[in-house]
């Protein structure tokens, strides 16, 4: 697979494998989610995981707290289009019945399981079956020894000392297959504890920010703190954990590189104005059906949906395709230039048909076909008779300033 555009920079780190699934070592950076269902159901597990990966997710946990859920893992395993994860909390025995039943990779919480005897039979069972295992140290779980150690605080460095400590159970047996998380529910704590772990180990890192909550302010918090870290080359692979539909998770995991230009575009890239008095559409209502009328759809193009022919053409012009509205029509261009007009309420059909056009046949062939001359006179009519109702500052801004300095030439 193929980058995208970023110049960030990666810290190196060695590679695990998840299933097929390299994480580290150079690797694209995967996505990662998990499944809300009982793992016992597993049928709507699987079904849920279809949806996951779809979405862009590249490796899906769920959890495995029972024995029923164990069971289901050893049925859902081999039906699963991608590789699973089984999420352990409290008791080892469920790591082992998860080995047994196939699972890709087991992440265990130091916090909760705590005998090195557990810990090391763990490790030696993954060593022996070649699966990897996720240290997951959650700052809300920290084992209680370190909490007291720290003055009954969680620090970056009792983190990273929770991850070294379960590394040192895993070198007791030779095992070292290992990925790391240091979750937290603060972002500067995050960002400080990923960045120590960075310094001191040369695993790969699963980022994520602990129970962000629901959209959109849980979307910025792990925004925030993921999209810092990657952005000087710390992490390997990605979760959003959110209050919301899992599917949700993984979209905007895959967004989130694309957008960094760490994965390769798979979906539309809409852009769009943010309105303002010249716009002459809903730009808010029309820029909602472009991105529902395109979906997950394949069609990877930077799409652009523009309030007003005056400026918009302008302004997008490196978008592979666009819209800007005048005067009751579309004016439909393509890397800046004029191909076509459209009625108003055909502007987003007519942007999906060509953006399908163009990723199927290439921006050439679709300017190819049509008359490129009459599109530009039509959008420059539409302009001009904009122009001419509005004049060039919509907003009245002139009119306000010439306001402001008559009251203030006002002797009163
Ligand atoms: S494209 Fe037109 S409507 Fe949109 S922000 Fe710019 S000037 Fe305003």
């Given at each position: 697979?193929?980058?995208?555009?970023?110049?960030?920079?990666?810290?190196?780190?060695?590679?695990?494998?998840?299933?097929?699934?390299?994480?580290?070592?150079?690797?694209?950076?995967?996505?990662?989610?998990?499944?809300?269902?009982?793992?016992?159901?597993v049928e709507g597990t699987l079904q849920q995981i279809y949806a996951l990966a779809a979405a862009g997710a590249d490796?899906?946990?769920?959890?495995?707290?029972?024995?029923?859920?164990?069971?289901?893992?050893?049925?859902?395993?081999?039906?699963?289009?991608?590789?699973?994860?089984?999420?352990?909390?409290?008791?080892?025995?469920?790591?082992?019945?998860?080995?047994?039943?196939?699972?890709?990779?087991?992440?265990?919480?130091?916090?909760?399981?705590?005998?090195?005897?557990?810990?090391?039979?763990?490790?030696?069972?993954?060593?022996?079956?070649?699966?990897?295992?996720?240290?997951?140290?959650?700052?809300?779980?920290?084992?209680?020894?370190?909490?007291?150690?720290?003055?009954?605080?969680?620090?970056?460095?009792?983190?990273?000392?929770s991850a070294e400590m379960e590394l040192a159970h895993f070198h007791e047996v030779d095992f070292d297959d290992v990925?790391?998380?240091?979750?937290?529910?603060?972002?500067?704590?995050?960002?400080?504890?990923?960045?120590?772990?960075?310094?001191?180990?040369?695993h790969p890192l699963h980022l994520g920010v602990t129970e962000a909550g629901p959209p959109p302010a849980g979307l910025?918090?792990?925004?925030?703190?993921?999209?810092?870290?990657?952005?000087?080359?710390?992490?390997?692979?990605?979760?959003?954990?959110?209050?919301?539909?899992?599917?949700?998770?993984?979209?905007?995991?895959?967004?989130?590189?694309?957008?960094?230009?760490?994965?390769?575009?798979?979906?539309?890239?809409?852009?769009?104005?943010?309105?303002?008095?010249?716009?002459?559409?809903?730009?808010?209502?029309?820029?909602?059906?472009?991105?529902?009328?395109?979906?997950?759809?394949?069609?990877?193009?930077?799409?652009?949906?523009?309030?007003?022919?005056?400026?918009?053409?302008?302004?997008?012009?490196?978008?592979?395709?666009?819209?800007?509205?005048?005067?009751?029509?579309?004016?439909?261009?393509?890397?800046?230039?004029?191909?076509?007009?459209?009625?108003?309420?055909?502007?987003?059909?007519?942007?999906?048909?060509?953006?399908?056009?163009?990723?199927?046949?290439?921006?050439?062939?679709?300017?190819?076909?049509?008359?490129?001359?009459?599109?530009?006179?039509?959008?420059?009519?539409?302009?001009?008779?904009?122009?001419?109702?509005?004049?060039?500052?919509?907003?009245?801004?002139?009119?306000?300033?010439?306001?402001?300095?008559?009251?203030?030439?006002?002797?009163?």
């Amino acid at each position: 697979m193929e980058l995208g555009e970023s110049s960030l920079p990666r810290r190196v780190t060695r590679q695990v494998m998840v299933g097929s699934v390299p994480v580290g070592g150079g690797a694209p950076i995967t996505v990662q989610s998990m499944t809300i269902t009982k793992t016992a159901d597993v049928e709507g597990t699987l079904q849920q995981i279809y949806a996951l990966a779809a979405a862009g997710a590249d490796i899906v946990r769920c959890t495995c707290n029972e024995i029923e859920a164990a069971e289901g893992l050893a049925r859902i395993v081999p039906r699963s289009p991608v590789p699973i994860v089984a999420d352990i909390h409290h008791q080892y025995r469920m790591a082992l019945a998860a080995l047994e039943a196939g699972v890709h990779c087991l992440r265990l919480n130091p916090g909760n399981i705590r005998k090195p005897d557990h810990i090391k039979a763990v490790a030696q069972e993954c060593k022996d079956r070649g699966i990897p295992i996720r240290i997951g140290v959650n700052g809300g779980s920290l084992d209680p020894a370190l909490y007291a150690k720290y003055g009954g605080k969680v620090t970056p460095e009792a983190m990273v000392e929770s991850a070294e400590m379960e590394l040192a159970h895993f070198h007791e047996v030779d095992f070292d297959d290992v990925k790391i998380s240091v979750k937290a529910s603060s972002v500067p704590l995050m960002i400080e504890a990923y960045r120590l772990l960075a310094d001191t180990v040369d695993h790969p890192l699963h980022l994520g920010v602990t129970e962000a909550g629901p959209p959109p302010a849980g979307l910025l918090k792990a925004t925030a703190g993921m999209a810092t870290l990657l952005a000087e080359g710390i992490g390997d692979t990605i979760r959003y954990s959110l209050t919301a539909d899992p599917v949700e998770e993984a979209r905007a995991g895959r967004q989130l590189l694309e957008i960094l230009g760490l994965r390769e575009r798979k979906n539309i890239d809409l852009i769009a104005c943010p309105s303002c008095g010249r716009a002459e559409i809903d730009v808010i209502g029309v820029a909602k059906q472009a991105m529902e009328a395109f979906g997950d759809r394949e069609i990877p193009l930077q799409v652009a949906v523009m309030g007003c022919v005056v400026n918009g053409p302008g302004e997008a012009r490196d978008a592979d395709i666009g819209i800007a509205a005048g005067n009751k029509r579309g004016h439909l261009f393509v890397k800046g230039r004029n191909v076509a007009v459209v009625p108003e309420d055909a502007m987003v059909s007519t942007l999906v048909e060509w953006a399908e056009f163009i990723h199927e046949h290439g921006v050439d062939a679709a300017i190819a076909r049509v008359d490129t001359a009459k599109a530009a006179r039509e959008a420059e009519k539409d302009r001009a008779l904009l122009l001419a109702e509005k004049g060039d500052d919509v907003n009245h801004s002139e009119q306000r300033v010439e306001l402001i300095h008559k009251r203030g030439d006002d002797p009163r």
